[in-house]
């Protein structure tokens, strides 16, 4: 009796010595797995920065950049931009998320486009990465006042009306490079853009709506490769 006790008590120690994952039947470096994030699941890993757009998600997959670097002004930050669409379109390697296609992406090159004949927005003169805002104030109209320049990001949310907003850019951009309009901020002289532009802008500037964490990981695993072998300015 004494021997039989004795053996049992010596399994019992036995078994409370086991490890933890003895009794789920699930070695560590396992269970470990199944904790992993769904960013190390996928090897898409999380950006510096929160911001979770589908112009993110199109900035992720195409590495541009995500903000001007200290000191860089403007039309520098677009000019990185242009060189590697320049290096990527040439490749035929440009990737868009879902819900951007060649509309959005031409408003997207339009918007900022500093320099040229045609489609030069000029907007990230003042709405600058990544907020898409400078924090400072401009003069956008005739009566000479300073007005914040607001952010163009999550405008859904603002309930703003984008086409209207623009036609009044294109009005005081004519304005401006017209001599009638002296006090409005210099960046609207090198605007040129007309009606014909603003649904590729519009298309472009809904980009900036954010979307769950969840759908912007699809957005850039299921990003697909657009057609530039052909010239996509073209209408």
């Given at each position: 009796?004494l021997k039989s006790l004795w053996a049992i008590g010596?399994?019992?120690?036995?078994?409370?010595?086991?490890?933890?994952?003895?009794?789920?039947?699930?070695?560590?470096q396992i269970a470990a797995a199944d904790k992993r994030?769904?960013?190390?699941?996928?090897?898409?890993?999380?950006?510096?920065?929160?911001?979770?757009?589908?112009?993110?998600?199109?900035?992720?997959?195409?590495?541009?950049?995500?903000?001007?670097?200290?000191?860089?002004?403007?039309?520098?930050?677009?000019?990185?931009?242009?060189?590697?669409?320049?290096?990527?379109?040439?490749?035929?390697?440009?990737?868009?998320?879902?819900?951007?296609?060649?509309?959005?992406?031409?408003?997207?090159?339009?918007?900022?486009?500093?320099?040229?004949?045609?489609?030069?927005?000029?907007?990230?003169?003042?709405?600058?990465?990544?907020?898409?805002?400078?924090?400072?104030?401009?003069?956008?109209?005739?009566?000479?006042?300073?007005?914040?320049?607001?952010?163009?990001?999550?405008?859904?949310?603002?309930?703003?009306?984008?086409?209207?907003?623009?036609?009044?850019?294109?009005?005081?951009?004519?304005?401006?490079?017209?001599?009638?309009?002296?006090?409005?901020?210099?960046?609207?002289?090198?605007?040129?853009?007309?009606?014909?532009?603003?649904?590729?802008?519009?298309?472009?500037?809904?980009?900036?709506?954010?979307?769950?964490?969840?759908?912007?990981?699809?957005?850039?695993?299921?990003?697909?490769?657009?057609?530039?072998?052909?010239?996509?300015?073209?209408?």
């Amino acid at each position: 009796m004494l021997k039989s006790l004795w053996a049992i008590g010596y399994v019992f120690i036995l078994l409370i010595q086991l490890p933890t994952y003895a009794w789920t039947k699930e070695p560590p470096q396992i269970a470990a797995a199944d904790k992993r994030s769904v960013e190390e699941k996928t090897k898409v890993h999380r950006l510096s920065s929160n911001k979770r757009a589908v112009y993110d998600a199109f900035a992720y997959v195409n590495r541009l950049p995500e903000k001007a670097e200290e000191g860089e002004a403007p039309e520098d930050v677009a000019g990185r931009i242009f060189g590697r669409l320049a290096n990527q379109e040439g490749r035929v390697l440009i990737k868009l998320p879902a819900g951007m296609e060649r509309k959005s992406y031409l408003g997207f090159k339009t918007f900022f486009r500093y320099e040229g004949k045609a489609r030069v927005g000029n907007c990230a003169a003042c709405h600058t990465l990544s907020e898409f805002t400078d924090l400072k104030s401009h003069v956008v109209t005739h009566d000479g006042s300073l007005v914040p320049t607001p952010s163009l990001r999550n405008l859904k949310k603002r309930k703003i009306d984008i086409r209207k907003v623009i036609l009044e850019k294109i009005a005081a951009s004519e304005h401006k490079r017209s001599g009638k309009a002296d006090k409005i901020d210099s960046a609207y002289a090198a605007m040129n853009i007309d009606r014909s532009d603003v649904p590729e802008l519009v298309a472009f500037l809904r980009l900036l709506n954010d979307v769950p964490d969840s759908e912007f990981r699809n957005l850039i695993l299921n990003a697909e490769l657009l057609d530039t072998s052909k010239d996509i300015e073209g209408d």
